[in-house]
């Protein structure tokens, strides 16, 4: 397991988790090696590394490093 | 007749130029509104903040016949999930990303690009904001995100104060709307500087959007008099007694300011101008016209 922050909380991850194995077991569901749903549907989410958006295409390609620090945000009511 | 009831001048100085194009059908077909090279059916914008439920906020959505809605950007929760994303999609509405929240340029410009990741779109809804008390923009950090964002690609709407000045940099630093406010977020108090709203919007080059503190339908209407090419209301409708009834209010009270504004209203005068003619009348003993003639 390696540290890393998610939305602001300490957490846990194993070794080698990737940004899409993370956003699957946030979001409850399997995504796609693009970074879509299985049926292509957009999933309303995105991840930044430390500050630095990481495009959907590249989420299964990224792996969580120790340390990260990691905003997973989507759309709520607003404005 | 008399000399002395010259027109005055239209309190809202400059007007709008009138439009050259052909009168608008009934419909917002025959008119519609164009941002950054999209056509828009409809000239309310909707936000989602501040609705009871999601059952309330879609009854809301469907009855103001928006197209285009704003949502915030903030960290997933498993309970929320990703449910105003879903049902702005299953309502065909396009989800206009917003920075709220956002006090300088370097949040507000992660969050634009965390937003065009998960909503797949390049527009964004800019706020920077100065402080949590009046959520006023911060006008320097918000011409700074603009040209930013520009430069990135996005399509920017900037929220931006009522000042001219500001409104005009921000079009200069390519900004697809310009988006002033009537008066502070969630007032209600309406459009504060009716004048400073005209003046945005006779020398605006791209559409003017005039965005928070409408409290009710004539605020909608007036803004669209005053020349703005839409209205958006979030609060006016989420937090009304009944947010549908609401919702479908502004939507008339859009088209008809929008109307109103394409029709061109009579100059403001002192002193009456009847409408029925003085030929004809009749007179009785005594009556004299001529005592009538100042």
């Known amino acids: 397991m390696i540290p890393v922050t998610i939305n602001g909380e300490p ?5 080698g988790w990737t940004v ?11 995504v796609g090696e693009d970074g879509r749903a299985l049926d292509g549907r957009a999933l309303g989410v995105a991840v930044a590394l430390d500050d630095t958006v990481v495009p959907r295409s590249r989420w299964a390609a990224t792996a969580l490093a120790a340390d990260a620090r990691c905003e997973f945000v989507t759309a709520v009511q607003g404005g | 007749m008399t000399t002395t009831d010259t027109p005055t001048p239209a309190t ?55 197209e285009l809605t704003t949502v915030a950007m903030r960290r997933f929760s498993a309970d929320a999930g990703t449910s105003v994303f879903a049902l702005l999609q299953r309502l065909g509405i396009m989800a206009l ?18 937003a065009r990741e998960a909503l797949e779109t390049d527009w964004v809804k800019l706020e920077v904001i100065a402080d949590e008390d009046t959520l006023l923009p911060d006008g320097v950090q918000l011409l700074e995100a603009t040209e930013e964002l520009v430069r990135r690609g996005f399509t920017v709407l900037p929220y931006t104060t009522d000042d001219p000045v500001l409104a005009r940099q921000l079009e200069e630093a390519g900004a697809a709307a310009v988006m002033p406010l009537g008066s502070p977020i969630g007032t209600g108090l309406g459009i504060l ?12 080059g791209v559409p003017v959007v005039l965005d928070a503190g409408i409290g009710t339908a004539s605020e909608a209407a007036q803004a669209m008099e005053l ?10 409708v989420t937090r009304a007694q009944d947010p549908e009834a609401m919702a479908r209010a502004m939507d008339l009270a859009v088209r008809g300011g929008r109307e109103a504004s394409r029709a061109g ?12 003619s003085f030929e004809g009348i009749i007179e009785t003993a005594g009556t004299s016209r001529e005592a009538e003639s100042l």
């Open chain 2, 265 to 276: 209203r009579i100059p403001r005068r002192q002193l009456a101008l009847a409408s029925s």
């Open chain 2, 97 to 114: 990303p917003n920075t709220a929240g956002c006090y300088s340029t370097r949040d507000a410009v992660l969050t634009a690009e965390l």
């Open chain 1, 20 to 30: 899409r194995d993370l956003v699957a077991d946030r979001i409850g569901h399997p």
């Open chain 2, 227 to 236: 020349g703005c090419s839409a209205v958006l209301v979030a609060s006016a």
């Open chain 1, 11 to 15: 957490a846990e991850v194993p070794a």
């Open chain 2, 12 to 66: 809202a100085a400059p007007a709008a130029a009138p439009s050259t194009t052909a009168p608008a059908q009934p419909g917002a077909a025959a008119d519609p509104l164009v941002i950054a090279g999209r056509t828009l059916g409809s000239r309310l914008i909707m936000g989602t903040g501040g609705a009871t439920d999601l059952a309330a906020l879609e009854r809301a959505l469907i009855a103001s016949g928006t």
């Open chain 2, 193 to 204: 500087n009716p004048h400073n709203i005209a003046l945005i919007t006779a020398r605006a």
